[in-house]
C-alpha cells in the first residue's frame, strides 16, 4: 500500500513523469542506505522542512501567477494556447516581446525583430544567406524553444506532438539537405507566420490534418 500511495504522490507531483518503477527504485535506495541519522540530525531535519517550506509556497505563487497571466490572456482575447506547445508562461512571453501586435506591418517585420530573417548579403554577384544575430534575443529563444516542442517525439506513443511541423522540418532536412539547425530556423520562421496571424486576428490555431506518423 505504501508503494502505491508514494508512487502516486510522484505522479500528482511530476506530471505523471515519474512511474511506480521509480517509485520502487527511490524506496529501494532509502531501504540500502539504511539508518541515516547523523549528529545534529535534529537541526539538519528542520533546515530540509524549511527548504520544504518554501518549495511549497513558492508553487503556490507560481499558481496565483498562472491565474493572473490567463486573466490577462482572456482580456487580449488571445488563444495563443490552443497551439500545442503553447502553455500560459511561453504565451505570456510572446505578449511580453511583441507587444502590439499591430506595430508590425507583416510578419517579415516580425521574423526580423525575433532575429529570425535570414540577412543576405551579395558578393561578386553571388548571393548568400547568413544567420540573423541582431534582434530581439530573448523573442528569438521563445521561438527557438517552441520550435523543439513541436518536433518533440512522445516517449510512450513515438508520435510527434505535432505532425505537419515534424513533417515540415523532415522535410528540410531530407528534401532540401538543410543541416538541422538549419531546418529549426526554417521551422521557427513559419511559427513566426502562425503566431502572427493568430495575434493579429485573435484567432485559434488550426491544426492541419495530416496523418500521424510513429517514429522508430
Known amino acids: 500500500m505504501y508503494l502505491e500511495d508514494f508512487a502516486q504522490f510522484l505522479r500528482d507531483n511530476s506530471h505523471n513523469a515519474c512511474s511506480t518503477r521509480k517509485a520502487k527504485e527511490i524506496l529501494g ?106 534582434g530581439n534575443r530573448k523573442l528569438n529563444g521563445v521561438f527557438y524553444m517552441l520550435a523543439l516542442q513541436q518536433i518533440q517525439i512522445s516517449k510512450g506513443s513515438r508520435l510527434p506532438r505535432n505532425q505537419a511541423f515534424y513533417n515540415y522540418y523532415l522535410k528540410k532536412v531530407d528534401d532540401e539537405k538543410k543541416e538541422k539547425t538549419q531546418a529549426l530556423v526554417s521551422l521557427m520562421r513559419l511559427l513566426v507566420k502562425f503566431i502572427y496571424k493568430m495575434m493579429k486576428y485573435k484567432i485559434e490555431y488550426q491544426l492541419p490534418q495530416v496523418q500521424n506518423t510513429e517514429v522508430n
Do not use: H, W
Open 29 to 134: 535506495l532509502i531501504e540500502a542506505d539504511g539508518d541515516t541519522t547523523r549528529e545534529y540530525q535534529e537541526y539538519r531535519d528542520f533546515t530540509i522542512e524549511s527548504i520544504v517550506r518554501e518549495i511549497r509556497f513558492l508553487k503556490e505563487e507560481i499558481l496565483k501567477i498562472n491565474k493572473k497571466l490567463r486573466e490577462l490572456l482572456k482580456k487580449l482575447d488571445l488563444k495563443l494556447e490552443t497551439m500545442s506547445g503553447i502553455d500560459v508562461v511561453t504565451a505570456s512571453n510572446l505578449v511580453a516581446e511583441i507587444g502590439d501586435i499591430s506595430r508590425f506591418k507583416n510578419e517579415e517585420k516580425l521574423a526580423c525583430y525575433a532575429g529570425i530573417a535570414p540577412i543576405k548579403f551579395s558578393s561578386a554577384g553571388k548571393g548568400r544567406e547568413q544567420k540573423n544575430k541582431q
